[in-house]
Antibody
Framework: VQLRESGPGLVKPSQTLSLTCSVS??????????WGWIRQFPGKGLEWMGY???????YYNPSLKSRLIVSRNTSKNEVSLQLDAVTAADTAVYYC??????????????WGQGTLVTVSS | EIVLTQSPATLSLSPGETATLSCRAS??????LIWYRHKPGQAPRLLIY???NRATDIPARFSGSGSGTDFTLTISSLEPEDFAVYYC?????????FGGGSRLEIK
């Protein structure tokens, strides 16, 4: 499986950050996997943001739940991220990743290379 | 939220030596601890899952141990491609959390 993130590299404060993850080599509607987003801050810390299951169920980090939507386009085999009301603190490299489910829930076995998003006016 | 603390922040070693990296959890996570290797500009790679199980195609020089709150990643006979940043992650509780990373650099 390959995952490739895309989207604007610069977003203004208070605006919405939108990213897309294009998935190849696997279907996002095939059973057994979650598809989601992880970000890495400039200080190198990683934060799990949220993900979407093959059946459309979603799960979010409570710290972001009020601002974050993870969705999918099954016809394009894409997963999307929408983060509202961004601030400079949302500047990070955003990674798309696939996670196992069931007994291995929370285990990320494939990642994209990431895309840098800077929040600045 | 479960906090993971990694040490050391930076480790300087030479190829052929053995690296020992630590990850400590703020509460017991049983064996639900994962290790990743991350090279700049590349996708992070799964190395070890559930404390001690090597992922597919990961060589035997990588080994993991520990349970409860204290975990160790050992890399023997360091090769040039091993010099990178290593992260631990727990999947015992929500939200999923990561350690701050340990940088393994060439001495």
């Amino acid at each position: 499986v390959q995952l490739r993130e895309s989207g604007p590299g610069l977003v203004k404060p208070s605006q919405t950050l939108s990213l897309t993850c294009s998935v190849s080599g696997d279907s996002i509607t095939s059973g057994g996997y979650w598809w989601g987003w992880i970000r890495q801050f400039p200080g190198k810390g990683l934060e799990w943001m949220g993900y979407i299951y093959f059946n459309g169920d979603t799960y979010y980090n409570p710290s972001l739940k009020s601002r974050l939507i993870v969705s999918r386009n099954t016809s394009k085999n894409e997963v999307s991220l929408q983060l509202d009301a961004v601030t400079a603190a949302d500047t990070a490299v955003y990674y798309c990743a696939r996670a196992l489910s069931g007994s291995y829930s929370g285990l990320f076995d494939s990642w994209g290379q990431g895309t840098l998003v800077t929040v600045s006016s | 939220e479960i906090v993971l603390t990694q040490s050391p922040a930076t480790l300087s070693l030479s190829p052929g030596e053995t690296a020992t990296l630590s990850c400590r959890a703020s509460q017991s996570i049983s064996n639900l601890l994962i290790w990743y290797r991350h090279k700049p500009g590349q996708a992070p790679r799964l190395l070890i899952y559930d404390a001690s199980n090597r992922a597919t195609d990961i060589p035997a020089r990588f080994s993991g141990s520990g349970s409860g709150t204290d975990f160790t990643l050992t890399i023997s006979s360091l090769e040039p491609e091993d010099f990178a940043v290593y992260y631990c992650q727990q999947r015992a509780g929500w939200p999923l959390t990561f350690g701050g990373g340990s940088r393994l650099e060439i001495k």
